[in-house]
């Protein structure tokens, strides 16, 4: 069974800061990888996919993540947080042999607070 | 278009009572997901529909959870007896049929409370 471990529970950034959330996860084939953001009061939404290709993937309100695969990991980045991106962030991945209608498997969240 | 609603949005609970919830996929998704959210903890896959059809079953905790989708439309989930662990935010979620990934589109969740 596949495991996915998001390394910062909370993180607190000002705004302009850099942002990079780590995701790894353990798998013994190949995954799909996904970030989910619940912004406060919000629905679950999808931030950025990956299936294959380009390793690195840009999403909506200017987030990308790269994956490495000899790291077994999806780190998400923003090069410059707004006050608005304050959020609780999922890293997920879902199996490829298991088609494309998977259940997603998550990590914990990361909740980050940006600070005006 | 509607989204994914889910009913009740809040439920408390004694433990041994029953509860069902009630979700309703986007119109015209036929795979619809629950997933379980306890505090301080990941979100977990419970279960895929694929119409009427359970896909896959495998996150169910135990034999006191019992999913339904009469019909292929909306989903409900039932916990009979609930006991104090079942406490958490359950989660719904849709997507379309087809070849390749569909992406899964999440109810606002109903928050039950076990006391």
């Known amino acids: 069974a596949q495991s996915v471990s998001q390394h910062n529970h909370h993180v607190i950034l000002s705004e302009a800061a850099s942002l990079e959330l780590g995701c790894n996860y353990s798998?013994?084939?190949?995954?799909?990888l996904f970030w989910y953001v619940q912004y406060p009061g919000q629905h679950l939404q999808l931030l950025l996919k990956?299936?294959?290709?380009?390793?690195l993937v840009k999403g909506i309100k200017g987030f990308e993540a790269e994956f490495i695969k000899s790291k077994f990991s999806f780190n998400l980045r923003k090069p410059s947080v707004q006050w608005s991106d304050t959020a609780e962030y999922f890293c997920a991945v879902t199996r490829k042999s298991g088609g494309g209608a998977d259940g997603l498997t998550f990590g914990k969240g990361t909740h980050l607070i940006i600070q005006p | 278009e509607a989204g994914v609603t889910q009913f009740p949005s809040h439920s408390v609970i004694e433990k041994g009572q029953t509860v069902t919830l009630r979700c309703d996929p986007i119109s015209g998704h036929d795979n619809l997901y629950w997933y379980r959210r306890v505090m301080g903890k990941e979100i977990k896959f419970l279960l895929h529909?694929?119409?009427?059809?359970?896909?896959?079953e495998s996150g169910m905790p135990n034999n006191r959870f019992l999913a339904e989708r009469t019909g292929g439309t909306y989903s409900t989930l039932k916990v009979q007896p609930a006991e104090l662990e079942d406490s958490g935010v359950y989660f719904c979620?849709?997507?379309?049929?087809?070849?390749?990934?569909?992406?899964?589109?999440f109810g606002p969740g109903t928050r039950l409370t076990v006391t």
């Open positions: 798998y013994g084939g190949t995954v799909n």
């Open positions: 990956y299936f294959s290709g380009d390793p």
């Open positions: 529909f694929v119409k009427e059809s359970k896909q896959d």
């Open positions: 979620a849709s997507s379309q049929i087809g070849t390749g990934y569909y992406e899964q589109y």
